[in-house]
């Protein structure tokens, strides 16, 4: 069984910075690529951005790119989301995900409870 455990969220100003991590276990967390996604009230889920535990792949959706970094620690099984220039738009709740595949389409098996992050304008 795989449990990820999201923590971080928080209100900041547009323009400011907030780091949201995960902490990732269970016997086959190795197997999977790791990703953030995330859910504004009455949208869909949109995928952030992914990582492989290597830390040499990264993917991330037009939205972020060049504003938010995701890293991870595989030695401790942690994901980071380093989230910079923040917009009102990005509110929503952040979802840690493992994903079954590395890629813009993402296959889910297992998420978190989710943070919220909130920006104000």
């Known amino acids: 069984q795989v449990r990820l455990v999201e923590s971080g969220g928080g209100l900041v100003q547009a323009g400011g910075s907030l780091r949201l991590s995960c902490a990732a276990s269970?016997?086959?967390?190795?197997?999977?690529?790791m990703d953030w996604f995330r859910q504004a009230p009455g949208k869909e889920r949109e995928f952030v951005a992914a990582?492989?535990?290597?830390?040499?792949?990264?993917i991330y959706a037009d939205s972020v790119k060049g504003r938010f970094t995701i890293s991870v620690d595989n030695p401790k099984k942690m994901v980071f989301l380093q989230m910079n220039s923040l917009k009102p738009e990005d509110t929503a709740v952040y979802y840690c995900?493992?994903?079954?595949?590395?890629?813009?389409?993402?296959?889910?098996?297992?998420w978190g409870q989710g943070t919220q992050v909130t920006v104000s304008s």
């Open positions: 990582i492989d535990w290597s830390g040499s792949t990264t």
């Open positions: 269970g016997r086959t967390i190795s197997n999977y690529a």
């Open positions: 995900a493992a994903d079954t595949q590395l890629g813009l389409t993402p296959n889910y098996d297992y």
